[in-house]
T-cell receptor
C-alpha cells in the first residue's frame, strides 16, 4: 500500500475560524511533509517531520501550526488565515528524511479556500 | 541554490504523437531526479525516479533519461493518449546544502493530448 490519505478534500473557512487538515500513511515512513501549492505553480515546502520531530520549518507564518502525534499521522492546524492562504495543501511521506534513494509519496491534497 | 527549469511550459498535440518534455537543473550535485504527474486540483503521482548513477528509467510508454553532467533530463512519452493530459513536474534532490532531503521542483509542462 503506497497510499497517503488527506482529509478533508475541500475546506472553506473564514478568517476567524480554526480548522485542521489531516494526513495519514501506513507505509511505515518516518518522514512526513506539508507543501503548499498555488494555481499553476510548483509545490512549496512548508514543514518536514522526521521521526515525529519538526526538522524543517520554511519560515512559515505562525497561523499555520503543524503537529505529528505519531509516526502515521500529520496534522496542520489553521488559525486566523488570510485569503492569500487559499491553495492546495499537499502532504507527502518518505521512508526517511534525507535518504539518498528516497521517494516521496504524495496525497491527493486539500483544496483550501479562505473567505 | 538549485534552480529547475522545464520547457515547454505547455504542449498541445494530437493523439498518437511521441513527445519529449525537457527539464534542466543548475547544480549537478544531486541524489536523484523524479518526474511527477499532476491532474488538475489533484495530488502528485510519481512516474519515474532516476538515481544520479543511472542514465534512464522506463515504465510502460514512459522513458526518462538523465545527463547529470549537463544538468538535463528528458521525459519521453510514446504514442500519446488523451488520458496522458496533465501537468508533468520534474524535481531534483540536492546532494549538498542545508536541506539535503528537500525537492526542488520545476514549474511543470502542461500537456494536452486531443483525440
Amino acid at each position: 500500500d503506497t497510499e497517503v490519505t488527506q482529509t478533508p478534500k475541500h475546506l472553506v473557512m473564514g478568517m476567524t475560524n480554526k480548522k485542521s487538515l489531516k494526513c495519514e500513511q501506513h507505509m511505515g515512513h518516518r518522514a512526513m511533509y506539508w507543501y503548499k501549492q498555488k494555481a499553476k505553480k510548483p509545490p512549496e515546502l512548508m514543514f518536514v517531520y522526521s521521526y515525529e520531530k519538526l526538522s524543517i520549518n520554511e519560515s512559515v507564518p505562525s497561523r499555520f501550526s503543524p503537529e505529528c502525534p505519531n509516526s502515521s499521522l500529520l496534522n496542520l492546524h489553521l488559525h486566523a488565515l488570510q485569503p492569500e492562504d487559499s491553495a492546495l495543501y499537499l502532504c507527502a511521506s518518505s521512508q526517511v528524511w534525507g535518504g539518498s534513494a528516497d521517494t516521496q509519496y504524495f496525497g491527493p491534497g486539500t483544496r483550501l479556500t479562505v473567505l | 541554490k538549485q534552480e529547475v527549469t522545464q520547457i515547454p511550459a505547455a504542449l498541445s498535440v494530437p493523439e498518437g504523437e511521441n513527445l519529449v518534455l525537457n527539464c534542466s537543473f543548475t547544480d549537478s550535485a544531486i541524489y536523484n531526479l523524479q518526474w511527477f504527474r499532476q491532474d488538475p486540483g489533484k495530488g502528485l503521482t510519481s512516474l519515474l525516479l532516476i538515481q544520479s548513477s543511472q542514465r534512464e528509467q522506463t515504465s510502460g510508454r514512459l522513458n526518462a533519461s538523465l545527463d547529470k553532467s549537463s544538468g538535463r533530463s528528458t521525459l519521453y512519452i510514446a504514442a500519446s493518449q488523451p488520458g496522458d493530459s496533465a501537468t508533468y513536474l520534474c524535481a531534483v534532490r540536492p546532494r549538498r546544502g542545508s536541506t539535503l532531503g528537500r525537492l526542488y521542483f520545476g514549474r511543470g509542462t502542461q500537456l494536452t493530448v486531443w483525440p
